[in-house]
Structures are given as C-alpha cells and as structure tokens.
C-alpha cells in the first residue's frame, strides 16, 4: 500500500520504516524483536511492511526503551 505524506496514516509509513531501519542496526531479526518487546513476529512484520496500519505509541515507547533509542529516531521521516 502506497502513502504519501498527506496521508494521516503516513506516520505509521515512516515509524515501520525506522523500526526496521534501527532493527537491523541493532543486528535483530523480526523474531528477536517480537521476543524482546513481548509482541508477536507477524505484528512486526506487518508494521515494518506498512501493512498493520494502526499502532500505539506505547508500542513505539517499549521499543525504543528495549533498543536503548530515543523515540525520535522513530519519527525521523524515510524515503
């Protein structure tokens, strides 16, 4: 599914995005993450694939706390 930025779904675009991006950073694999955090591997996945289109931003914050990132590399727009 396509998003461009004046789409108010787009925030979700560009957190799956930075998910994956630090994901691979920190050398997880989507198993690894869903472990880690207490979520499911297809959860993940379909938030790094823009195909799960709402999340919180609680989500987002236990994330960021089990990776050691602040939450405003999450936001940081992608292209």
Known sequence: ???????????YVVVGK???RIRKL?????VQLADLIGYSEGTIANIENDSY????L????????????????FFKDVD
């Open 58 to 73: 609680e989500f987002v914050y236990v994330i960021s706390k089990k990776l050691n990132v602040p939450i405003c590399e």
């Open 53 to 56: 289109q709402t999340f919180s």
């Open 26 to 30: 920190k050398g997880l694999t989507q």
């Open 1 to 11: 599914m396509k998003f461009n930025k004046k789409d108010n779904k787009y925030i």
């Open 18 to 20: 930075n998910i994956k």
